[in-house]
T-cell receptor, first 118, second 114 residues
Framework: AQTVTQSQPEMSVQEAETVTLSCTYDTSESDYYLFWYKQPPSRQMILVIRQEAYKQQNATENRFSVNFQKAAKSFSLKISDSQLGDAAMYFCAYRSAGWGGSQGNLIFGKGTKLSVKP | KAGVTQTPRYLIKTRGQQVTLSCSPISGHRSVSWYQQTPGQGLQFLFEYFSETQRNKGNFPGRFSGRQFSNSRSEMNVSTLELGDSALYLC?????????????FGSGTRLTVV
C-alpha cells in the first residue's frame, strides 16, 4: 500500500522569506500523481500544485514550486516570498494514475502547519 | 460558478444515533468523493461515486454508507454513531473519474458525537 509522510508537523517563516515543506512517499508503482493541498481555517482543501510522475520537470505555480526526486521518492514544496495568506495546513497527497478499486483515491500525509510571521 | 456545497456545516449527535450528510457538487461534475479528517488519523478516503454507482471504497466499517443521485448530489450516512466518528467530513467533486480531472473540495461538515 502507498504511504505519504510529512515529517514536519509545524513550520514557521518570516513574511517575504522562502520556506520548504518536506514530503516523502512510498510506492511500488511507476505511474502516479503527487499533489500539495492547502487547508486554511475555512477548512476547504485548495489545490496548490500537482506533479505527474512521468514528467521530469518540476511543476511551478507562481510563488509555489516543487522539488520532485522520483528515485528518492521525495516531493518537497517551496513557497517563495511568503505572504500572511499562506498560513495554513499543507497536505501532500498521492494518487495512482489508474482508477477503480483502491487506486483512484487520494492518499494524504498528516500535514504541516505553516505559520507566517509579519 | 458555485463551488462544492456541503450541508450542514456543523452537526452534534448522540452516540447510537444515525446521521446523513449532504454534498452538492459543482454543476456538471459527475464524480463525488468523501473523506474523513480527524486529528489522529488524518485524512482518510471513504468512498467515491460516479453516475450513481460506488466506484471505490476505503477501509471503513459498514456503518458508513453513501449514495449518489441522478443530479450527482451525494449523501453519506453513518449509523449507530460512535464517539470516534467525530470528525470533519469533506466532500470533493470532479468532472469525471480519472486523475486528469482535478478534485474541488467543499468546506466540510464538522460532526461531533457526544
Amino acid at each position: 500500500a502507498q504511504t505519504v509522510t510529512q515529517s514536519q508537523p509545524e513550520m514557521s517563516v518570516q513574511e517575504a522569506e522562502t520556506v520548504t515543506l518536506s514530503c516523502t512517499y512510498d510506492t511500488s508503482e511507476s505511474d502516479y500523481y503527487l499533489f500539495w493541498y492547502k487547508q486554511p481555517p475555512s477548512r476547504q482543501m485548495i489545490l496548490v500544485i500537482r506533479q505527474e510522475a512521468y514528467k521530469q520537470q518540476n511543476a511551478t505555480e507562481n510563488r509555489f514550486s516543487v522539488n520532485f526526486q522520483k528515485a528518492a521518492k521525495s516531493f518537497s514544496l517551496k513557497i517563495s516570498d511568503s505572504q500572511l495568506g499562506d498560513a495554513a495546513m499543507y497536505f501532500c497527497a498521492y494518487r495512482s494514475a489508474g482508477w477503480g478499486g483502491s487506486q483512484g483515491n487520494l492518499i494524504f500525509g498528516k500535514g504541516t502547519k505553516l505559520s507566517v510571521k509579519p | 460558478k458555485a463551488g462544492v456545497t456541503q450541508t450542514p456545516r456543523y452537526l452534534i449527535k448522540t452516540r447510537g444515533q444515525q446521521v446523513t450528510l449532504s454534498c452538492s457538487p459543482i454543476s456538471g461534475h459527475r464524480s463525488v468523493s468523501w473523506y474523513q479528517q480527524t486529528p489522529g488519523q488524518g485524512l482518510q478516503f471513504l468512498f467515491e461515486y460516479f453516475s450513481e454507482t460506488q466506484r471505490n471504497k476505503g477501509n471503513f466499517p459498514g456503518r458508513f454508507s453513501g449514495r449518489q443521485f441522478s443530479n450527482s448530489r451525494s449523501e453519506m450516512n453513518v449509523s449507530t454513531l460512535e464517539l470516534g466518528d467525530s470528525a470533519l467530513y469533506l466532500c470533493a467533486s470532479s468532472l469525471a473519474l480519472g486523475v486528469n480531472y482535478g478534485y474541488t473540495f467543499g468546506s466540510g461538515t464538522r460532526l461531533t458525537v457526544v
